[in-house]
């Protein structure tokens, strides 16, 4: 079946771009009706709120959308370039064991430094002439933090464990192989302009979560990520630094719920000696930063000079 040309071969971008939004579409339709058949086979009900299990209810909801929505339409796109389901992604590339070693440690010391960014971005309010604005922008915060809440409400590790896959594994996945191993990448292969497109990317990928009290910081974050994809040639590096900021947040949410500390009633300011560990941290990331550049850089020379 060589002979069988890759579906994108002589297509233009603007066609390839229309293919992802109908891939996305399609895909997003197919499994969130699984998703809702699954999960009134499981509950008998299509109300999570009629549920004997509210949240088990819209984790499973949740996984499914997040297949259809980002998984699936990116292997598929993927595949309609080369007829290879983890090549255009870069998914069939492993990091260098240095740059995983770096990520593992920004996986920790980043943490402050969004906490301070959230706080700084929830202060933030527009004029008065944007109202309506700022009120449907609330209004959606509101949302996502009840369901963050039912999500996060019952205390038990078997809770945690189940969040860790449907809102750390499974969004980690979902969302790198979408943004960062194909809208990135498609926009970097469009443009030639590698920075670019890592930002485009970011600002995507930060504004698609509608949640507007914390744009900031993920936009930020979006960016960190493209840089890993970019400087380690492998969409599994940005994977790993998702999976972990994500799980990483879970844990910290688990522990302060333990000890009765509610973080949406607490200020990261509010903690002792907050701003001296964020401008550590802050000085430990671009460090690491840097030295993950290099490192890259002179991987990528040895590999020229073979």
Not at 27 to 38: D, K, Q, R
Not at 134 to 160: I, V
Not at 216 to 242: D, E, N, T
């Amino acid at each position: 079946m060589d002979f069988i040309r890759p579906f994108f071969e002589g297509k233009n971008r603007w066609v390839q771009i229309l293919f992802l939004l109908l891939f996305v579409v399609a895909g997003t339709i197919v499994f969130s009706g699984l998703g809702m058949l699954v999960a009134y086979a499981v509950y008998h009900t299509n109300n999570m709120y009629e549920a004997t299990d509210p949240a088990g209810y819209i984790r499973m909801v949740q996984l499914f959308n997040s297949l259809g929505m980002f998984l699936a339409p990116a292997l598929m796109f993927a595949y309609a370039h080369d007829r290879k389901w983890l090549h255009y992604n870069w998914a069939d590339c492993k990091p260098h064991y240095l740059l995983v070693n770096v990520t593992l440690l920004l996986s920790i010391v980043i943490l402050p430094v969004v906490a301070l960014l959230s706080q700084w971005n929830q202060a933030i309010e527009l004029p008065k002439s944007l109202g309506p604005l700022q009120q449907w922008m609330t209004d959606m915060d509101a949302k996502a933090e009840e369901l963050t809440t039912l999500l996060t409400f019952n205390h038990t590790y078997g809770t945690l464990l189940a969040n860790i896959f449907v809102l750390a594994l499974v969004p980690a996945l979902g969302e790198e192989f979408m943004f960062q191993g194909t809208i990135q990448a498609f926009l970097n292969k469009w443009t030639g302009k590698p920075h670019l497109a890592i930002w485009i990317t970011a600002l995507i990928f930060s504004f698609i979560h509608f949640q507007f009290s914390g744009f900031i910081p993920r936009l930020l974050l979006g960016a960190y990520l493209g840089y890993l994809f970019y400087w380690s040639r492998s969409i599994w590096l940005p994977v790993l630094a998702h999976f972990l900021h994500n799980a990483l947040s879970l844990l910290v949410d688990f522990s302060f719920q333990g000890r009765g500390i509610s973080l949406d009633d607490m200020k990261f300011t509010d903690i002792h000696g907050a701003i001296p560990l964020v401008v550590s941290c802050s000085i430990v990331t671009f460090v690491s930063l840097i030295f993950m550049w290099r490192t890259q850089k002179e991987l990528n020379h040895n590999e020229e000079s073979l």
